[in-house]
């Protein structure tokens, strides 16, 4: 039982990690850091403390760039 809840758990830190970047790929700024929040909050409930630890940190990498589209807004403002 315990081998199938680590398997399981690795899967929820991936999927969790799969929602922060489709989050990123969709949403303006603001909205993208409140999503990571919500995520966050429920993962918390969920994963080990490493790897709880480790989404934080692969969160706030996240944030820390920039959206596409502000990149392509930012492309055009400068034509």
């Not at 969790?16 to 919500?38: N, S, T, Y």
């Not at 996240?62 to 392509?72: D, G, H, S, V, Y």
Request: net charge neutral.
């Amino acid at each position: 039982m315990l081998q199938g809840g680590v398997a399981l758990n690795s899967q929820i830190f991936q999927v969790c990690k799969e929602l922060i970047d489709d989050a990123k790929m969709g949403c303006a700024d603001l909205v993208f850091k409140e999503i990571c929040l919500e995520i966050l909050s429920r993962a918390r409930l969920v994963l080990t403390e490493k790897q709880f630890r480790s989404l934080v940190a692969y969160a706030a990498e996240r944030i820390k760039e920039k959206a596409p589209f502000e990149l392509q807004q930012e492309l055009i403002a400068s034509r």
